[in-house]
């Protein structure tokens, strides 16, 4: 089985920075792909940025050029550099690895005056 815990998760004025990470034990993890998605209430869940085994990342056109998303296979975690975070960022953010069906536990980000 596969476990991740979301964590750096706050809250934040708009325009400020956060960074949160993924940390992910079960698996040898340096060959999958990992995603962020965030939900926010009455929103689906959406995929904000994913990194695969070999660095390729992709984002959202909504984060393009705010957040980067990064892998340190050393330590079995991802992380989520967010900066010039308005208040439409505000949810939940979960990780996941590609091809597995469980999901962390998540953690909020508010972005607010």
């Known amino acids: 089985q596969v476990q991740l815990v979301e964590s750096g998760g706050g809250l934040v004025q708009p325009g400020g920075s956060l960074r949160l990470s993924c940390a992910v034990s079960?698996?040898?993890?340096?060959?999958?792909?990992v995603a962020w998605y965030r939900q926010a209430p009455g929103i689906e869940r959406e995929v904000v940025a994913s990194?695969?085994?070999?660095?390729?990342?992709n984002y959202a056109a909504s984060v393009k050029g705010r957040f980067t998303i990064s892998r340190d296979n050393a330590k079995n975690t991802v992380y989520l550099q967010m900066s010039s975070l308005k208040p439409e960022d505000t949810a939940v953010y979960y990780c996941?690895?590609?091809?597995?069906?469980?999901w962390g536990q998540g953690t909020q980000v508010t972005v607010s005056s």
């Open positions: 996941k690895l590609l091809g597995f069906g469980s």
């Open positions: 079960g698996t040898i993890f340096s060959i999958f792909t």
């Open positions: 990194i695969s085994s070999g660095g390729t990342t």
